[in-house]
Protein backbone atom coordinates (compact mmCIF):
# COMPACT_ATOMS: atom_id res chain seq x y z
CA UNK A 1 0.00 0.00 0.00
CA UNK A 2 1.57 3.41 -1.04
CA UNK A 3 0.31 6.61 0.03
CA UNK A 4 1.70 9.98 -1.54
CA UNK A 5 1.56 13.20 0.86
CA UNK A 6 1.81 16.11 -1.91
CA UNK A 7 2.99 19.65 -1.13
CA UNK A 8 3.15 19.95 2.67
CA UNK A 9 5.14 21.92 4.85
CA UNK A 10 7.56 19.70 6.65
CA UNK A 11 8.28 20.39 10.13
CA UNK A 12 10.91 18.32 11.58
CA UNK A 13 12.83 19.36 15.23
CA UNK A 14 15.66 21.16 13.01
CA UNK A 15 13.95 21.98 9.52
CA UNK A 16 11.03 23.22 7.67
CA UNK A 17 10.59 22.47 4.05
CA UNK A 18 8.05 22.03 1.18
CA UNK A 19 8.24 18.25 0.06
CA UNK A 20 5.80 15.55 -0.94
CA UNK A 21 6.44 12.21 1.16
CA UNK A 22 5.98 8.69 0.41
CA UNK A 23 4.50 6.29 2.58
CA UNK A 24 5.24 2.35 1.68
CA UNK A 25 3.35 0.13 4.05
CA UNK A 26 4.30 1.19 7.46
CA UNK A 27 7.46 3.05 6.48
CA UNK A 28 8.12 6.48 5.39
CA UNK A 29 10.06 5.32 1.76
CA UNK A 30 10.71 8.75 0.37
CA UNK A 31 10.72 12.44 0.87
CA UNK A 32 11.48 14.72 -1.89
CA UNK A 33 9.79 17.07 -4.37
CA UNK A 34 7.76 16.09 -7.06
CA UNK A 35 7.92 12.57 -6.06
CA UNK A 36 7.19 9.94 -9.08
CA UNK A 37 5.12 6.91 -7.65
CA UNK A 38 1.96 5.16 -8.63
CA UNK A 39 0.35 5.54 -5.12
CA UNK A 40 -2.94 3.71 -4.10
CA UNK A 41 -3.89 7.15 -2.32
CA UNK A 42 -3.18 10.40 -2.65
CA UNK A 43 -3.51 13.74 -0.37
CA UNK A 44 -3.03 16.78 -1.17
CA UNK A 45 -1.03 18.89 1.74
CA UNK A 46 -0.91 22.08 -0.19
CA UNK A 47 -1.03 24.91 2.79
CA UNK A 48 -0.99 22.43 5.39
CA UNK A 49 2.29 21.02 8.05
CA UNK A 50 3.12 17.57 8.23
CA UNK A 51 4.70 16.90 11.52
CA UNK A 52 6.09 13.26 13.01
CA UNK A 53 3.23 11.56 15.44
CA UNK A 54 3.81 13.25 18.37
CA UNK A 55 5.12 10.99 21.47
CA UNK A 56 4.10 11.35 25.17
CA UNK A 57 6.41 10.17 27.70
CA UNK A 58 4.83 10.70 30.43
CA UNK A 59 0.52 9.00 31.40
CA UNK A 60 -0.95 7.13 33.05
CA UNK A 61 -3.60 5.16 31.61
CA UNK A 62 -5.96 2.67 33.58
CA UNK A 63 -3.76 3.99 36.99
CA UNK A 64 -5.35 2.24 40.05
CA UNK A 65 -5.63 5.33 43.05
CA UNK A 66 -7.78 6.16 46.17
CA UNK A 67 -10.14 3.58 45.80
CA UNK A 68 -10.77 4.49 42.23
CA UNK A 69 -8.94 4.43 38.51
CA UNK A 70 -7.95 7.05 35.76
CA UNK A 71 -10.76 7.03 34.05
CA UNK A 72 -8.98 6.94 30.59
CA UNK A 73 -7.93 3.16 29.67
CA UNK A 74 -5.32 1.58 27.09
CA UNK A 75 -7.89 2.42 24.38
CA UNK A 76 -9.62 5.55 25.32
CA UNK A 77 -6.75 7.54 25.76
CA UNK A 78 -5.19 6.29 22.91
CA UNK A 79 -7.89 7.42 20.96
CA UNK A 80 -8.40 10.58 22.68
CA UNK A 81 -4.10 10.83 22.05
CA UNK A 82 -4.29 9.96 18.14
CA UNK A 83 -7.32 12.80 18.09
CA UNK A 84 -4.68 15.56 19.46
CA UNK A 85 -1.67 14.32 16.79
CA UNK A 86 -0.10 12.04 19.39
CA UNK A 87 0.89 8.34 17.83
CA UNK A 88 3.47 6.82 20.85
CA UNK A 89 2.48 7.42 24.64
CA UNK A 90 4.51 5.80 27.44
CA UNK A 91 3.03 4.57 30.60
CA UNK A 92 4.36 3.66 33.93
CA UNK A 93 3.74 0.10 35.25
CA UNK A 94 3.01 0.04 39.16
CA UNK A 95 5.51 -2.17 40.76
CA UNK A 96 3.82 -4.93 42.27
CA UNK A 97 4.81 -7.48 45.11
CA UNK A 98 5.44 -10.35 42.50
CA UNK A 99 8.41 -8.40 40.81
CA UNK A 100 9.14 -7.12 37.68
CA UNK A 101 8.17 -9.79 35.33
CA UNK A 102 4.60 -10.20 36.62
CA UNK A 103 4.15 -6.27 36.85
CA UNK A 104 5.35 -6.06 33.35
CA UNK A 105 2.99 -8.12 32.67
CA UNK A 106 -0.22 -6.54 34.08
CA UNK A 107 -0.11 -3.72 32.15
CA UNK A 108 0.98 -5.45 28.83
CA UNK A 109 -2.37 -7.15 29.00
CA UNK A 110 -4.04 -3.91 30.31
CA UNK A 111 -2.48 -2.25 26.87
CA UNK A 112 -4.14 -5.03 24.52
CA UNK A 113 -6.67 -2.97 23.61
CA UNK A 114 -3.79 -0.08 22.57
CA UNK A 115 -4.70 1.76 19.62
CA UNK A 116 -1.48 3.62 19.52
CA UNK A 117 2.04 2.77 19.76
CA UNK A 118 3.40 2.58 22.99
CA UNK A 119 5.93 1.47 26.02
CA UNK A 120 6.37 1.30 29.83
CA UNK A 121 9.03 2.91 31.86
CA UNK A 122 8.80 1.34 35.63
CA UNK A 123 8.04 2.58 38.87
CA UNK A 124 10.62 1.80 41.49
CA UNK A 125 8.61 1.71 44.37
CA UNK A 126 10.47 -0.93 46.24
CA UNK A 127 14.35 -1.32 46.80
CA UNK A 128 16.25 -3.94 48.16
CA UNK A 129 19.12 -6.32 46.94
CA UNK A 130 16.89 -8.95 45.16
CA UNK A 131 15.41 -6.06 43.42
CA UNK A 132 18.65 -4.18 42.55
CA UNK A 133 19.44 -7.62 41.20
CA UNK A 134 16.93 -8.25 38.91
CA UNK A 135 16.69 -4.24 37.70
CA UNK A 136 19.06 -5.37 33.96
CA UNK A 137 16.48 -7.84 33.47
CA UNK A 138 14.06 -5.38 32.46
CA UNK A 139 16.09 -4.18 29.67
CA UNK A 140 15.02 -7.65 28.07
CA UNK A 141 11.52 -6.66 28.63
CA UNK A 142 12.46 -3.70 26.63
CA UNK A 143 11.42 -1.45 29.35
CA UNK A 144 14.48 0.50 29.99
CA UNK A 145 13.46 3.62 32.49
CA UNK A 146 12.80 3.71 36.11
CA UNK A 147 10.50 6.40 38.04
CA UNK A 148 11.65 6.93 41.58
CA UNK A 149 9.91 9.32 43.77
CA UNK A 150 11.29 11.92 46.84
CA UNK A 151 8.38 12.35 47.96
CA UNK A 152 4.69 9.67 48.88
CA UNK A 153 6.05 8.53 52.09
CA UNK A 154 5.31 5.45 53.31
CA UNK A 155 3.94 4.64 49.91
CA UNK A 156 6.13 5.31 46.44
CA UNK A 157 9.48 7.20 48.03
CA UNK A 158 12.45 5.57 47.99
CA UNK A 159 15.30 6.99 50.45
CA UNK A 160 18.49 8.89 48.62
CA UNK A 161 20.89 6.02 49.45
CA UNK A 162 18.72 3.67 47.62
CA UNK A 163 18.31 6.06 44.38
CA UNK A 164 21.93 6.56 44.17
CA UNK A 165 22.19 3.16 43.95
CA UNK A 166 19.43 2.66 41.76
CA UNK A 167 21.77 5.67 39.36
CA UNK A 168 24.69 3.22 39.61
CA UNK A 169 22.68 0.53 38.34
CA UNK A 170 21.22 2.27 35.48
CA UNK A 171 24.30 3.47 34.91
CA UNK A 172 26.12 0.30 34.57
CA UNK A 173 23.02 -1.10 32.38
CA UNK A 174 22.26 1.77 29.79
CA UNK A 175 19.53 2.69 31.67
CA UNK A 176 17.66 5.88 32.45
CA UNK A 177 16.40 7.19 36.11
CA UNK A 178 13.51 9.76 35.93
CA UNK A 179 12.53 11.50 39.36
CA UNK A 180 9.35 12.79 40.76
CA UNK A 181 11.27 15.60 42.67
CA UNK A 182 9.66 17.08 45.98
CA UNK A 183 10.28 16.98 49.87
CA UNK A 184 8.48 13.95 50.86
CA UNK A 185 9.07 14.93 54.69
CA UNK A 186 7.91 18.64 54.06
CA UNK A 187 4.88 17.35 52.84
CA UNK A 188 3.95 15.13 55.29
CA UNK A 189 4.51 17.36 58.01
CA UNK A 190 2.37 20.29 56.61
CA UNK A 191 -0.09 17.82 55.46
CA UNK A 192 -0.94 16.83 59.09
CA UNK A 193 -0.49 20.39 60.52
CA UNK A 194 -2.95 21.72 57.77
CA UNK A 195 -5.57 18.84 58.54
CA UNK A 196 -5.07 19.25 62.17
CA UNK A 197 -6.62 23.04 61.77
CA UNK A 198 -8.87 21.88 59.55
CA UNK A 199 -7.81 23.38 56.26
CA UNK A 200 -9.05 20.81 53.77
CA UNK A 201 -10.24 22.42 51.41
CA UNK A 202 -8.14 22.14 47.55
CA UNK A 203 -5.74 24.69 47.80
CA UNK A 204 -4.52 23.08 50.94
CA UNK A 205 -3.24 20.28 48.53
CA UNK A 206 -0.89 23.07 47.16
CA UNK A 207 0.22 24.78 49.97
CA UNK A 208 1.53 22.11 51.72
CA UNK A 209 3.85 20.60 48.93
CA UNK A 210 5.59 24.01 48.60
CA UNK A 211 7.92 25.01 45.43
CA UNK A 212 11.30 24.71 47.39
CA UNK A 213 10.50 21.35 48.27
CA UNK A 214 10.77 20.82 44.25
CA UNK A 215 13.59 23.00 43.88
CA UNK A 216 15.51 21.30 46.48
CA UNK A 217 14.68 18.16 45.28
CA UNK A 218 15.79 18.67 41.64
CA UNK A 219 19.00 20.04 42.66
CA UNK A 220 19.34 16.97 44.89
CA UNK A 221 18.61 14.56 42.16
CA UNK A 222 21.14 16.31 39.69
CA UNK A 223 23.55 16.34 42.53
CA UNK A 224 23.20 12.39 43.02
CA UNK A 225 22.96 11.88 39.28
CA UNK A 226 26.47 13.77 39.07
CA UNK A 227 28.10 11.12 41.89
CA UNK A 228 26.60 8.32 40.20
CA UNK A 229 27.99 9.37 36.93
CA UNK A 230 24.61 8.84 35.59
CA UNK A 231 22.12 10.42 33.63
CA UNK A 232 18.77 11.54 35.26
CA UNK A 233 15.52 12.91 33.71
CA UNK A 234 13.09 14.89 36.21
CA UNK A 235 9.24 14.55 35.30
CA UNK A 236 6.77 17.29 35.32
CA UNK A 237 8.79 20.49 36.23
CA UNK A 238 6.14 23.03 37.61
CA UNK A 239 8.59 25.50 39.45
CA UNK A 240 10.70 28.47 37.95
CA UNK A 241 13.05 27.38 40.58
CA UNK A 242 13.63 23.91 39.22
CA UNK A 243 14.29 25.43 35.44
CA UNK A 244 17.17 27.21 37.73
CA UNK A 245 18.52 24.50 38.68
CA UNK A 246 18.42 22.25 35.58
CA UNK A 247 20.34 25.29 34.04
CA UNK A 248 22.96 25.22 36.93
CA UNK A 249 23.12 21.95 36.80
CA UNK A 250 23.79 21.28 32.84
CA UNK A 251 25.97 24.38 32.87
CA UNK A 252 28.12 21.93 34.82
CA UNK A 253 28.17 19.56 32.39
CA UNK A 254 25.26 17.27 34.82
CA UNK A 255 23.80 14.78 32.45
CA UNK A 256 20.34 16.08 33.56
CA UNK A 257 16.81 16.52 31.58
CA UNK A 258 13.83 18.16 32.28
CA UNK A 259 10.08 17.53 31.06
CA UNK A 260 7.08 19.89 31.60
CA UNK A 261 3.79 19.69 31.34
CA UNK A 262 1.07 21.95 29.53
CA UNK A 263 -0.51 22.86 32.60
CA UNK A 264 2.40 23.94 34.83
CA UNK A 265 2.50 26.41 31.77
CA UNK A 266 -1.12 27.96 31.95
CA UNK A 267 -2.16 27.98 35.57
CA UNK A 268 -1.55 28.77 39.15
CA UNK A 269 -2.68 28.31 42.69
CA UNK A 270 -5.98 30.57 41.79
CA UNK A 271 -7.01 27.70 39.78
CA UNK A 272 -7.49 25.44 43.07
CA UNK A 273 -9.01 28.42 44.69
CA UNK A 274 -11.85 28.33 43.00
CA UNK A 275 -15.07 26.60 44.01
CA UNK A 276 -14.18 23.72 41.47
CA UNK A 277 -10.21 23.81 42.27
CA UNK A 278 -10.23 20.10 42.43
CA UNK A 279 -10.20 19.80 39.03
CA UNK A 280 -6.65 21.22 38.59
CA UNK A 281 -5.42 18.84 41.77
CA UNK A 282 -1.69 17.17 40.50
CA UNK A 283 1.01 16.37 41.77
CA UNK A 284 3.05 18.15 41.93
CA UNK A 285 0.88 21.69 41.99
CA UNK A 286 -0.07 24.36 40.05
CA UNK A 287 2.74 27.55 41.29
CA UNK A 288 2.52 30.81 40.22
CA UNK A 289 2.56 33.06 37.27
CA UNK A 290 6.04 34.03 38.06
CA UNK A 291 6.83 30.07 37.78
CA UNK A 292 4.92 29.92 34.39
CA UNK A 293 6.99 32.79 33.16
CA UNK A 294 9.97 30.76 34.36
CA UNK A 295 9.08 27.69 32.34
CA UNK A 296 8.27 28.80 29.41
CA UNK A 297 11.55 30.77 28.92
CA UNK A 298 13.12 27.51 30.00
CA UNK A 299 11.52 26.48 26.48
CA UNK A 300 12.15 29.36 24.71
CA UNK A 301 15.52 28.86 25.07
CA UNK A 302 16.00 24.99 25.10
CA UNK A 303 16.79 24.75 28.98
CA UNK A 304 14.18 21.84 29.07
CA UNK A 305 13.86 18.61 26.80
CA UNK A 306 10.58 17.30 26.74
CA UNK A 307 6.91 18.63 26.56
CA UNK A 308 4.61 15.56 28.63
CA UNK A 309 1.31 15.67 29.64
CA UNK A 310 1.07 13.55 33.01
CA UNK A 311 -2.30 12.44 32.06
CA UNK A 312 -4.12 10.80 35.18
CA UNK A 313 -7.75 11.58 34.20
CA UNK A 314 -10.70 11.81 37.16
CA UNK A 315 -14.21 12.57 36.50
CA UNK A 316 -15.14 15.73 38.47
CA UNK A 317 -18.51 14.28 39.54
CA UNK A 318 -17.99 10.62 39.64
CA UNK A 319 -21.21 10.04 40.64
CA UNK A 320 -23.03 12.05 37.24
CA UNK A 321 -22.74 9.83 34.45
CA UNK A 322 -21.67 11.22 30.84
CA UNK A 323 -21.87 9.76 27.40
CA UNK A 324 -18.80 8.96 26.04
CA UNK A 325 -18.30 8.10 22.69
CA UNK A 326 -22.04 6.66 22.70
CA UNK A 327 -22.23 4.92 26.46
CA UNK A 328 -22.99 5.66 29.48
CA UNK A 329 -20.29 6.17 32.21
CA UNK A 330 -19.70 7.36 35.29
CA UNK A 331 -16.24 6.44 37.69
CA UNK A 332 -15.96 8.11 41.13
CA UNK A 333 -13.39 10.78 40.50
CA UNK A 334 -12.55 14.01 42.75
CA UNK A 335 -15.33 14.03 44.53
CA UNK A 336 -13.86 11.55 46.69
CA UNK A 337 -12.35 14.26 48.52
CA UNK A 338 -14.85 16.39 48.77
CA UNK A 339 -13.87 16.89 52.31
CA UNK A 340 -10.83 16.55 52.80
CA UNK A 341 -8.26 17.18 49.86
CA UNK A 342 -6.12 14.15 50.73
CA UNK A 343 -8.74 12.21 49.34
CA UNK A 344 -9.05 13.53 45.96
CA UNK A 345 -7.47 11.21 42.91
CA UNK A 346 -4.40 13.21 42.00
CA UNK A 347 -3.93 13.90 38.34
CA UNK A 348 -5.43 16.00 35.20
CA UNK A 349 -6.25 15.20 31.67
CA UNK A 350 -4.06 16.01 28.59
CA UNK A 351 -3.12 13.58 26.38
CA UNK A 352 -5.35 15.03 23.81
CA UNK A 353 -4.83 18.75 24.83
CA UNK A 354 -1.15 18.73 24.74
CA UNK A 355 -0.10 19.36 20.69
CA UNK A 356 -3.13 21.76 19.94
CA UNK A 357 -3.03 23.87 23.44
CA UNK A 358 0.52 24.11 23.02
CA UNK A 359 0.34 25.28 19.14
CA UNK A 360 -1.55 28.10 19.40
CA UNK A 361 -0.75 29.42 23.04
CA UNK A 362 3.39 28.47 22.73
CA UNK A 363 3.90 28.49 18.84
CA UNK A 364 1.30 30.77 17.67
CA UNK A 365 1.90 33.14 21.09
CA UNK A 366 5.78 33.65 19.89
CA UNK A 367 7.02 31.29 23.09
CA UNK A 368 8.44 28.32 20.76
CA UNK A 369 9.06 27.79 17.01
CA UNK A 370 7.56 24.98 14.83
CA UNK A 371 10.74 23.28 14.80
CA UNK A 372 10.73 23.37 18.50
CA UNK A 373 7.23 22.57 19.26
CA UNK A 374 8.52 18.78 17.33
CA UNK A 375 11.38 19.07 19.28
CA UNK A 376 9.38 18.85 22.45
CA UNK A 377 6.17 16.72 21.63
CA UNK A 378 8.16 14.36 19.44
CA UNK A 379 11.96 14.23 18.13
CA UNK A 380 13.18 14.72 21.80
CA UNK A 381 11.40 12.02 23.39
CA UNK A 382 12.38 9.78 20.85
CA UNK A 383 15.53 10.40 21.12
CA UNK A 384 15.95 10.57 25.06
CA UNK A 385 13.61 6.87 25.52
CA UNK A 386 15.22 5.43 22.72
CA UNK A 387 13.26 4.98 19.76
CA UNK A 388 14.70 7.80 17.39
CA UNK A 389 14.55 7.44 14.17
CA UNK A 390 12.10 4.94 14.40
CA UNK A 391 10.01 7.08 15.63
CA UNK A 392 9.71 11.09 16.08
CA UNK A 393 11.48 11.78 12.46
CA UNK A 394 10.58 12.27 9.33
CA UNK A 395 12.75 9.97 7.47
CA UNK A 396 13.38 7.36 5.03
CA UNK A 397 12.71 4.04 7.23
CA UNK A 398 11.63 5.61 9.84
CA UNK A 399 7.84 4.57 10.98
CA UNK A 400 5.16 6.72 8.92
CA UNK A 401 3.52 8.13 12.08
CA UNK A 402 2.51 11.48 10.66
CA UNK A 403 0.09 14.15 11.09
CA UNK A 404 -0.97 16.65 8.82
CA UNK A 405 -1.56 19.81 10.76
CA UNK A 406 -4.03 22.47 9.42
CA UNK A 407 -2.42 25.55 11.18
CA UNK A 408 -5.79 27.77 10.02
CA UNK A 409 -8.42 25.37 11.47
CA UNK A 410 -9.95 27.53 14.34
CA UNK A 411 -11.79 26.04 17.18
CA UNK A 412 -13.02 26.64 20.33
CA UNK A 413 -11.69 23.79 22.71
CA UNK A 414 -13.27 21.91 25.56
CA UNK A 415 -14.92 18.99 26.87
CA UNK A 416 -17.22 18.67 23.55
CA UNK A 417 -14.33 18.40 21.25
CA UNK A 418 -12.40 16.13 23.52
CA UNK A 419 -12.56 12.41 23.84
CA UNK A 420 -10.69 12.20 26.99
CA UNK A 421 -13.23 9.96 28.66
CA UNK A 422 -13.92 13.01 32.23
CA UNK A 423 -16.24 15.18 32.01
CA UNK A 424 -14.01 18.78 32.14
CA UNK A 425 -11.62 20.08 30.26
CA UNK A 426 -8.47 21.94 31.79
CA UNK A 427 -8.95 23.98 28.23
CA UNK A 428 -12.91 24.99 28.28
CA UNK A 429 -13.74 27.83 25.87
CA UNK A 430 -10.19 28.64 24.66
CA UNK A 431 -9.70 29.48 21.40
CA UNK A 432 -7.33 27.71 19.01
CA UNK A 433 -5.72 28.30 16.06
CA UNK A 434 -3.99 24.97 14.55
CA UNK A 435 -5.45 21.74 15.01
CA UNK A 436 -4.45 18.31 13.37
CA UNK A 437 -6.58 17.22 10.24
CA UNK A 438 -5.05 13.77 9.68
CA UNK A 439 -3.48 11.00 11.85
CA UNK A 440 -1.26 8.09 10.18
CA UNK A 441 -0.09 5.01 12.60
CA UNK A 442 2.43 3.64 10.56
CA UNK A 443 1.25 4.32 7.34
CA UNK A 444 -2.83 3.82 8.58
CA UNK A 445 -4.77 6.52 9.19
CA UNK A 446 -6.45 6.57 12.10
CA UNK A 447 -8.12 10.07 12.13
CA UNK A 448 -9.26 11.77 9.34
CA UNK A 449 -11.02 15.09 10.59
CA UNK A 450 -13.66 14.49 13.36
CA UNK A 451 -14.00 10.86 11.64
CA UNK A 452 -12.03 8.13 14.30
CA UNK A 453 -10.61 5.01 11.69
CA UNK A 454 -7.94 3.40 14.32
CA UNK A 455 -8.91 0.46 15.96
CA UNK A 456 -8.74 -1.33 19.41
CA UNK A 457 -5.81 -3.43 19.30
CA UNK A 458 -3.56 -2.13 16.53
CA UNK A 459 -1.18 -0.39 18.88
CA UNK A 460 2.55 -2.34 19.33
CA UNK A 461 4.69 -2.43 22.03
CA UNK A 462 7.89 -0.61 21.47
CA UNK A 463 10.83 -2.12 23.11
CA UNK A 464 13.46 0.40 23.64
CA UNK A 465 16.89 0.46 23.58
CA UNK A 466 19.20 2.51 24.78
CA UNK A 467 18.53 6.59 24.66
CA UNK A 468 20.64 9.56 24.17
CA UNK A 469 21.45 12.51 26.33
CA UNK A 470 20.21 15.47 25.68
O1 LIG B 1 -0.93 13.88 40.11
C1 LIG B 1 -0.30 13.17 39.36
N1 LIG B 1 0.67 13.66 38.66
N2 LIG B 1 -0.59 11.88 39.25
C2 LIG B 1 0.15 10.93 38.54
C3 LIG B 1 1.31 10.36 39.30
C4 LIG B 1 2.61 11.15 39.16
O2 LIG B 1 3.23 11.42 40.18
O3 LIG B 1 3.05 11.46 38.07
ZN1 LIG C 1 5.20 11.95 39.37
ZN1 LIG D 1 2.92 11.05 36.31
Redesign the pocket.
Known sequence: MKTLIQNGTLVTASETFTSDILIEDEKIARIGLNLEAHPDHRVDASGKLILPGGIDP?V?LD?K?FDTVSSDDHYTGHKAAAFGGTTTAMD?VALEDKGFDYSVDVWMKMAEKAAIDYSFHMNLTRFDEKIAKEIPSLMKMGVQTLKV?TA?NGRLRLDDGSIFKALQIARDNGMLVMA?CENGDVIETLTAQALAEGRASPIWHALTRPAWGAVESTLRMAAMAEQADAPVYI??MNAGGEVDMLQYAREHGIKVMGETCPQYLFFTLEHLARPDGAKW????PMRTEADNARLWEGLTQNILQTIGT?H?PFFYNGTRPIVHEGNEIAIPGKELGRDDFTKIP???PGIQDRMPILWTHGVNAGYITPNQFVAYTSTNPAKIFGLYPKKGALLPGSDADVVIWDPQKKIKYGVAQSHQRTDYNLYEGWDLQGYPEKVFLRGRMIVDGDEWKGRRGDGKFLKRGEGEIL
Open positions: HHLMFFYHVHICSPDCNGL
